[in-house]
């Protein structure tokens, strides 16, 4: 599952970031902002109400999938082995 729409929600100043060593230059594939997503903090005001499922704009990574609490329930109802998924709450702002 990836969501298709991008939301532009992160709170920078507040999320948990490891950033690149002074000095650094970032390869063109690399990220400019950071070396490594840690924590995500997020406005939620300007998540649209429609969503259930989004990325996060500009925070790279494989495990960039943000679900409502009525997505999960959906997904934990399901009939099958649960132990893989982990699920964590968001700093909101």
């Known amino acids: 599952m990836y969501p298709f729409e991008c939301v532009d929600c992160v709170n920078w100043d507040l ?4 950033l690149w060593p002074s000095g650094y230059v970032p390869k063109e594939w690399e990220s400019k902002r950071e070396r ?3 924590k995500p903090a997020i406005h939620e005001n300007k998540i ?3 969503l259930d499922a ?3 704009n500009e925070w790279d990574g494989a495990f960039n999938i943000i679900i409502s609490e009525k997505l999960k329930n959906k997904i934990l109802s399901l009939d099958f082995d649960h ?3 982990e ?6 702002t």
Do not use: R, W
């Not at 999320?15 to 490891?18: A, F, L, T």
């Open 15 to 18: 999320s948990e970031i490891d």
């Open 36 to 38: 490594f997503f840690l």
């Open 54 to 56: 989004f990325c996060l």
């Open 83 to 85: 132990s893989f998924l």
């Open 87 to 92: 699920f964590y709450e968001l700093v909101q």
């Open 48 to 50: 649209p109400k429609h």
